[in-house]
Structures are given as structure tokens and as C-alpha cells.
């Protein structure tokens, strides 16, 4: 799903666009830059701003006002109304910096770009297009599944 997030969701974003959405962020966008985009690009606007939410609906945008405490919590409540699912699935992730979807990088091209205890123990590594940023299932991996683990938890109460 094209979702523009306002400043406050700089998190939810990197989230988002980890489980593969494209998701539009910049914290420097005011109320009337953030309804913009959402019109003109068909995306659903999200925030926590109760008075941007209405201002959204009164345009007939697509938008939803995004509650929730932790990170887990919010997920849920997005994966509640759009469907989203919380399973994290390398091929279709997105780089949580800038956005662009992240491609396979053979081991030999990342030897002399990430420190050598990790391309040690490491097979498998992904590159960002965009931003050049290298990834690999380090020891975030484990936080990332278990805090989608209490995003489906808080999903079925
Ligand atoms: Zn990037």
C-alpha cells in the first residue's frame, strides 16, 4: 500500500516500509504539503493529529488517525484496518531510510563494505539502490520479529 506519514511517524514509517509498503516521509512537510501529496499521489495520509485527520476527511482523502502506544500497538491497529500483514518478507521490503526497494548483494561485493566479524558470519546480505545502506540479519532481525510477534498479539485481543 502508498502511504504519507506525518512528522510525528518517523518509526511507523522505517516499519512500514520494512514490511514492504511505499511510504512518503519527510519531517519537514507542513499539514497543507502533507494533504498534497496524499491527493495527488493516492496515498492514505496517517497521523496522530487529531485536527489533520478531519481536515483529510473534509477533502475526501484517504486517511486514518493512527492510535496506539508502542510500535507493535500501532501496526496492529493498521494491519486491523487495511489488512496489512506482519510478516516480514525480505524480497519485498523497502529500505527504512529512503524508501527504495532493497535488492540481493552477493557476498563477495560486501567483503570490503561492512566489518569482517560480520561478513564472517553473515551469508546472506541486501543493498539499498537508493542509499547504498547494506543490511543483513544481524541481531535487529530477532527485535523486528518479536515486536511483530506483540503486534499479532495485540492484534487478536
Ligand atoms: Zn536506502
Known amino acids: 500500500m502508498k502511504f504519507v506519514t506525518d512528522g510525528m511517524l518517523g518509526k511507523l514509517t522505517r516499519w512500514l516500509r520494512m514490511l514492504g509498503h511505499d511510504v512518503n516521509y519527510s519531517n519537514s512537510l507542513d499539514d497543507d ?16 493529529d487529531l485536527q489533520l485527520y478531519q481536515k483529510a476527511m473534509t477533502r475526501g482523502l484517504n486517511a486514518f488517525l493512527v ?4 510500535e507493535a500497538e500501532k501496526l496492529a491497529k493498521l494491519a486491523q484496518r487495511f489488512g496489512l500483514e506482519l ?22 561485493k560486501v567483503l570490503d563494505r561492512v566489518p569482517k566479524t560480520t561478513s564472517s558470519y553473515y551469508e546472506e546480505f541486501w543493498e539499498c539502490p537508493g542509499c547504498k545502506q547494506i543490511y543483513w540479519r544481524g541481531a535487529h532481525w ?16
Open 33 to 48: 504539503q502533507l494533504l498534497e501529496i496524499a491527493k495527488n499521489e493516492h496515498r492514505v495520509l496517517l497521523t496522530r
Open 67 to 70: 492510535e496506539g502506544n508502542t
Open 87 to 108: 510478516d516480514f518478507d525480505v524480497t519485498v521490503s523497502r529500505c527504512p531510510k529512503c524508501n527504495t526497494k532493497i535488492e540481493p548483494l552477493a557476498k563477495e
Open 142 to 157: 530477532k527485535r523486528i520479529d518479536k515486536t511483530l510477534e506483540e503486534a499479532k498479539k495485540a492484534l487478536k485481543t
